[in-house]
């Protein structure tokens, strides 16, 4: 049983470009949370799918969107990056009917420079 | 103010000693609780959730304080394998009929010498 996966693994931009991260969960999860992990800092929360929906959203600006497909399979974009975006992205996912416990892909690394 | 405060650390201890980890949490409405480990540079895995009437797996015990708002963590007999990266984390419900969201704290560090 496959876990949670993430792609690419790295990823190196440039201030201003634009770049799509990719998750898929864990088999029989249909919720996928992203956060965005700053060295130093604890896993910030991006935002949350659900029926190809969002459904929560942090405090983050509007650069970053994302996407759920049919397969719950969901993708993070970032527009017009800028060098604070460097950070560890990471992928949660979790049953619809669950504790509260998720699980986690192992990330994507992004820089910016 | 922060949703989880945690003391940064770093935890430099022997093997063999036991070590405790505290966090706050500021939400009332925070409804479930959980200890996660981070290896460096890889993804958060739970280490195990938090109840109200504490709980215990192996040498690791974690207690809830609803009242104070305060959760702990307990390493007893630590090894080499216990050094990590330790995070608080609280889920606070969704409105309507979403999923909790996770509030991390941002993580003891700790090290388990020879």
């Known amino acids: 049983d496959a876990g949670v996966t993430q792609s690419p693994t790295h990823l190196i931009k440039t201030r201003g470009q634009q770049v799509t991260l990719r998750c898929s969960p864990k088999?029989?999860?249909?919720?996928v949370s992203w956060y965005q992990q700053a060295l130093g800092q604890g896993p910030q929360f991006i935002f949350q799918?659900?029926?190809?929906?969002?459904?929560q959203r942090g405090n983050f600006p509007d650069r970053f969107s994302g996407h759920q497909f049919p397969n719950y399979s969901s993708e993070l974009n970032v527009n017009a990056l800028l060098l604070g975006d460097s950070a560890l992205y990471l992928c949660a996912s979790s049953p619809r009917a669950s504790s509260g416990e998720q699980f986690f892909g192992p990330g994507t690394r992004l820089t910016v420079l | 103010r922060k949703e989880v405060e945690q003391d940064p650390g770093p935890f430099n201890v022997p093997e063999g000693a036991t070590v405790a980890f505290n966090c706050t949490y500021s939400n009332s409405a925070s409804q479930s609780f959980f200890w996660y480990r981070q290896d460096c540079r890889k993804e958060p895995k739970l280490l195990m959730s938090?109840?109200?009437s504490g709980n215990e797996d192996g040498r690791f015990t974690a207690q809830l304080n609803r009242a104070s708002q305060y959760i702990s963590l307990l390493i007893r007999d630590s090894k080499l394998s216990d050094s990590a990266t330790y995070l608080c984390?609280?889920?606070?419900?969704?409105?309507?009929?979403?999923?909790?969201?996770?509030?991390f704290g941002r993580g003891t560090q700790l090290t388990v010498w020879p």
């Open positions: 799918y659900y029926e190809e929906e969002e459904r």
């Open positions: 088999s029989g999860h249909d919720t």
């Open positions: 938090v109840y109200s």
């Open positions: 984390v609280v889920m606070i419900p969704g409105r309507g009929s979403t999923l909790g969201r996770l509030y």
